[in-house]
T-cell receptor, first 114, second 113 residues
């Protein structure tokens, strides 16, 4: 079974621009969660989508948004980029029917904001 | 503020020794607990999860959970240089109903040949 895929793998943007990241979950998985990883803050939850609906959201500004399509693929958008948005953005896939919330991560998108 | 705490390390052990990684969490209602391994420049990889008090073994790995003490640990037996990585402890407060995991900042493990 193919794993979680994310595109692009690397991205360089300048302040004020916007960016869209894409995630395809494991086949059959209906939930996609997004996380931001930085050296200072570690891994922090951004939001989760399940069956095209945002299920919950972490403590990030409204510049961070996402959506999920009917095939469970998800996109994350960051508008008006700031230097502090430089990070590794990870998406995680889970089946959604599990009681235990085990999640499987994609390879990540490394975003650099100049 | 729901928190997960780990000693940042580095934890250095000789090859063949037992590595012991520890994690404490603040929310007493936490339901399931995960250990991820992250190699430098790579994404986290799920090693194992545990949800009931006691020990859970998988190969060279044993996870231990003590909900009364709000404490989770991971033991790695017969440590190998390939085990050198950062180990992330994660907690799910809502079980399977919501996807947000709360992560500790990780413990860096170095296994010396």
């Amino acid at each position: 079974k193919a794993g979680v895929t994310q595109t692009p793998r690397y991205l360089i943007k300048t302040r004020g621009q916007q960016v869209t990241l894409s995630c395809s979950p494991i086949s059959g998985h209906r939930s996609v969660s997004w996380y931001q990883q930085t050296p200072g803050q570690g891994l922090q939850f951004l939001f989760e989508y399940f069956s095209e609906t945002q299920r919950n959201k972490g403590n990030f500004p409204g510049r961070f948004s996402g959506r999920q399509f009917s095939n469970s693929r998800s996109e994350m958008n960051v508008s008006t980029l700031e230097l502090g948005d430089s990070a590794l953005y990870l998406c995680a896939s889970r089946a959604g029917g599990s009681s235990y919330n085990e999640q499987f991560f994609g390879p990540g998108t490394r975003l650099t904001v100049l | 503020q729901k928190e997960v705490e780990q000693n940042s390390g580095p934890l250095s052990v000789p090859e063949g020794a037992i590595a012991s990684l520890n994690c404490t969490y603040s929310d007493r209602g936490s339901q399931s607990f995960f250990w991820y391994r992250q190699y430098s420049g790579k994404s986290p990889e799920l090693i194992m999860f545990i949800y009931s008090n006691g020990d859970k073994e998988d190969g060279r790995f044993t996870a231990q959970l003590n909900k009364a003490s709000q404490y989770v640990s991971l033991l790695i037996r017969d440590s190998q240089p390939s085990d050198s990585a950062t180990y992330l402890c994660a907690v799910s407060i809502y079980g399977g109903s919501q996807g947000n995991l709360i992560f500790g900042k990780g413990t860096k493990l170095s296994v010396k040949p």
